[in-house]
């Protein structure tokens, strides 16, 4: 760009004479104006009849405004101005750019879509006469226009649209099209014309020329634009009887856009062959699609600064997407799900990604992971009070005692994500021998090697719980008081992924199961409690064996099919889960069962939108169904409980009953609200199918429970926060409840 000549100037002083001058010789312009039958004045009648009031006042005169960083035209608004009319001291705005047929002057169609990409110049721009010389040489040296000039429209506020009237190229019609990849095909050196060559040499030399050419397009290979793509592009060819520069500017445009919406970032048109002669030819497009020609995997510390990582890089090779490798196309979906599969594995602070032009393999791109790693061992101690109901549902303090949590865990042993990692639970932390639960987990992935395409993971757990067994909760009336389940145990699993949601996990469980009341003695029975407020165990038996202990081994199984996915921010697809517990016979009174579940959820999207950021969610209807059964043994604390937030929403967790087998159904109908926040309204029922007579004791009858309810609602999910008003139908009465999480 041109220096602003008046930049370097000093500005003169003030001179009262110099401005009579100016006036004087605008005074002058106005009258040579009048005459011309054209042009911005509109016409000579129209300049006869104002001169008068032109004269003392010329409305029409853009006037400066020296704080703005542009300069006014300083003529009269609808004035057309050649590019050589142009002061070369001013920088003028650019208001508008049109193309123009250069005989009607009207806008020339489709113009704006086929070359507007090729223009430099944006509307609100500030450019130099310089500048805009240059900008209309490039355009001349441009193969696709045969004539090509500027001229300036000026507006009533000082700036100016531009206009380009042009005639476009045309080429002999043409049929198909062909797209070549020549990205990492060496460039070919130009060769300079002897202008003392004969007319045979120059023959000759084309020839070659040709030649070379042809070995060049033959070298390259067949680039990855879809066969549909060529296919749309043959049907615009084959409507027109030539090949016009506006229409094949459309075409490499389309090429380029696929390319691009398809996360092609490195892709571009380089050129394409000759079409002036040919007729009824192809035509070949060159393109460089962004090889990946070297991908490398850094380790960095803290500050940023490139170290010795303890990661196999087997590890994170196996993780990439099979696109994110030397020798492909780059595309940067493909690195974003490669930073969201690096991030899965929970082994690194932070992940990020580059990528840039290859300097030693022209046309190749050069792409880089860069990785923090976790420190390896880590320890960690949490304080927590527990807060339960109180009286009219408030708030209160189980304890004035705090409560504490000691975890520690070993990661990424062997730098192959392997885990051993523990967690120590103290009801009292200043009598913990009062209240005490553990969790420790070794986790063991790849366990067919790292190298071997099959994802398993064994797991091996030792753990110990403990929770209020909702099987022995009272009913609407009914008060008792509650009977905990605690459980130690061993757990060993494999899971095998088929994809990021989809599994198949199976194991063996050991677990030794006992029964406690709130004194935390051994509870063989339920407790009620009596008119007088006393205690009684009376209620049905809570284990096996009778005695409060169960000892029992099972094999447990699990596959999950989920192909659910998110639809801007809507939840929508399928999942369905398959669940047995199969007892071994081995434990108190050689307990022998079959547990199994099978549930069913569908997300069904209740109109067609556009999919893409920023774009609109879908409401969504959703359907949910699940049955669960047992044959054989069925030890009481093991019953299966319904209603509560995840089950038959507006009822307390087991409130409708405890059974042998149990039927669930749902519907919900989502409407989004605003960002990922959506109201909605739902009707849930869950019914027992007359199995809890087959309970030993019948719980749902000693607690006073139906053994059925339905429910129906509404309320609005923001975040992971659901905040509802359910009716319970069995007593008719509503309430509002604050949960987390999905209920599906």
């Known amino acids: 760009m041109a220096p602003n000549k008046s930049n370097s100037q000093i500005p003169p002083p003030f001179d009262p004479l110099h401005g009579v001058i100016k006036f004087f010789q605008g005074f002058g312009s106005l009258i040579f104006n009048s005459h011309r039958s054209g042009g911005g004045g509109g016409g000579e009648r129209n300049h006869r009849k104002n001169a008068p009031s032109n004269i003392f006042c010329p409305p029409a005169l853009a006037l400066e405004d020296k704080s703005r960083p542009w300069d006014s035209h300083g003529l009269e608004a609808g004035v057309v101005v050649q590019l050589k009319r142009l002061s070369g001291y001013k920088k003028y705005k650019v208001s508008s750019i049109n193309f123009l047929n250069p005989r009607t002057r009207a806008a020339a169609p489709g113009a704006e879509e086929s070359f507007s990409d090729m223009v430099s110049l944006q509307p609100g721009g500030v450019y130099t006469k310089q500048t805009l010389i240059q900008e209309l040489e490039s355009l001349s040296s441009s193969p696709y226009f045969d004539k090509i000039d500027f001229d300036f429209k000026t507006n009533p506020d000082g700036s100016v649209d531009v206009n380009i009237p042009f005639e ?36 000759e030399l084309m020839r070659r020329e040709n030649e070379k050419y042809k070995r060049r397009i033959n070298g390259g290979r067949e680039c990855i634009l ?88 087997a590890l994170i090779k196996r993780v990439l997407p099979k696109e994110v490798a030397v020798s492909n196309v780059y595309n940067r979906r493909a690195f974003e799900e490669a930073l969201q599969n690096l991030g899965s594995l929970n082994i690194f602070s932070s992940i990020s990604s580059g990528y840039g032009s290859d300097e030693k393999n022209n046309g190749g791109i050069s792409a880089q992971f860069a990785l923090q790693e976790l420190p390896q061992k880590w320890s960690d101690v949490s304080t927590e009070w527990s807060i339960v109901p109180g009286r009219n549902s408030r708030p209160t303090l189980a304890s004035l005692q705090p409560g504490a949590t000691v975890s520690f865990g070993y990661q990424n042993i062997k730098g192959l994500n392997r885990s051993l990692q523990g967690a120590i639970t103290l009801g009292n932390l200043f009598s913990p021998e009062d209240d005490i639960s553990y969790n420790f ?19 091996a757990e030792c753990f110990n719980t403990k929770k209020v067994s909702p099987v022995f909760t009272g009913g609407p009336g009914a008060s008792n008081s509650p009977i905990w389940v605690c459980r130690d145990g061993i757990k060993a699993t494999i899971t095998e992924d088929y994809s990021r949601q989809s599994k198949f996990s199976y194991g063996l469980v050991m677990e030794e199961v006992k029964t406690r009341d709130e004194g935390g003695d051994i509870a063989a029975r339920g407790n009620t409690v009596s008119y007088n407020g006393e205690v009684i165990a009376n209620g049905p038996p809570t284990t096996l064996s009778g005695t409060g202990v169960d000892r029992m081994a099972f094999l447990q199984a699990n596959l999950t099919r989920d192909n659910t996915r998110f639809l801007n921010g809507a939840l929508v697809g399928t999942r369905d889960i398959f669940q047995v517990d199969q007892g071994l016979g081995i434990g108190s009174k050689f307990a022998f069962f079959n547990r199994h579940k099978i549930s069913t959820t569908r997300f069904f999207p209740l109109m067609k939108v556009e999919e893409g950021k920023g774009k609109a969610p879908p409401p969504v209807l959703v359907l949910h169904g699940m049955y669960v059964g047992c044959v054989g043994d069925l030890p009481n604390h093991e019953a299966f409980t319904i209603g509560g937030p995840t089950s038959v929403r507006g009822y307390s967790v087991g409130e409708i009953g405890a059974s042998r ?25 869950g019914n027992d199918l007359g199995s809890s007579v087959s309970v030993e004791g019948n719980p749902t009858k000693s607690y006073m429970r139906t053994g059925h309810g339905s429910s129906y609602g509404a309320g609005v999910k923001i975040g992971n926060v659901r905040a509802e008003y359910a009716v319970d139908h069995n007593s008719n009465k509503g309430g509002f409840f604050v949960h987390f999480g999905d209920r599906f």
């Not at 087998?661 to 849930?684: C, D, I, M, T, W």
Request: charged share 25%; net charge negative; proline share 5%.
């Open 168 to 203: 476009e190229t045309v080429y002999p019609s043409k049929s198909r099209i062909r797209c070549v990849s020549i990205g990492l095909i060496p460039d070919e050196q130009p060769v300079e014309i002897d202008p003392n060559m004969t007319a045979k040499e120059q023959v």
């Open 226 to 313: 879809p066969k549909e793509v060529e296919g749309e592009i043959r049907g615009m060819l084959m409507q027109t009887t030539c090949l016009r520069a506006s229409l094949l500017r459309r075409i490499l445009s389309k090429i380029q856009k696929w390319y691009h919406d398809n996360g092609y970032h490195g892709a571009f048109v380089a050129n394409h062959n000759n079409l002036e002669n040919n007729h009824g030819g192809d035509i070949v497009v060159e393109m460089v699609e962004g090889d990946i020609t070297k991908l490398g995997i850094v380790f960095q510390d803290k500050l940023g600064i490139v170290c010795e990582g303890n990661t196999d890089i």
């Open 441 to 459: 987990d070794y986790t063991h992935p790849y366990l067919d090697g790292i190298d071997d395409p099959r994802n398993r993971t064994f797991k």
């Open 661 to 685: 087998n149990k039927l669930e159904l749902a519907a919900e109908v989502r409407v989004p609200v605003k960002g990922s926040a959506y109201a909605y309204a739902f009707a849930e029922h």
